[in-house]
């Protein structure tokens, strides 16, 4: 009868207790200030990303060796594949260049796709400037 008399006390004290904590809250407010170059490196970034001049990103090369053929790989395969392909001009020979991925791991995904068309496609280490 004690214990049970100890324990309802207990009870009371925590909830009445847990009903002033709401009398006693804190307001608070955070203002974040921002850097006004970093909305401009943002930008930036995203133009350069569009425009593939971040040279960081992996590629998959399907050809390399003169125009009239890079000409008909590149197109056959725009047929087959919906990846981003392009022909880059190394002297005195033309590469032809498919893909835009963000690490080894997507253009290893693609390049198994790729590879059932295109037998001699890889992926060469990519350019870091």
């Known amino acids: ?7 309802k006390l207990h009870i009371a004290c ?4 847990f009903s002033f904590v709401n009398l006693f809250a804190q307001d608070a407010s955070v203002s974040i200030s921002e850097n006004d170059k970093i909305s401009k490196l943002l930008s930036v970034n995203d133009e ?6 971040i ?9 390399y060796g003169n125009n009239g053929e890079a ?28 893909g835009n ?7 290893d995904r693609a390049l198994l796709k790729i ?3 295109f037998p001699s496609a ?3 280490k990519p350019e870091r400037k």
């Open 101 to 107: 991925f963000r690490n080894r791991l997507e253009a």
């Open 14 to 17: 925590f909830l009445a207790g």
């Open 71 to 98: 000409n008909k790989v590149i197109q056959e395969y725009r047929d087959l594949f919906d990846y981003a392909s392009e022909i880059v001009y190394e002297s005195p020979n033309y590469k032809v260049w498919v």
């Open 55 to 63: 040279h960081n990103r992996f590629k998959i090369q399907l050809f």
């Open 122 to 124: 890889f992926i060469p």
């Open 115 to 117: 590879k059932e068309s």
């Open 48 to 53: 350069m990303t569009k425009n593939n001049e």
């Open 1 to 7: 009868m004690q214990k049970m008399k100890i324990s």
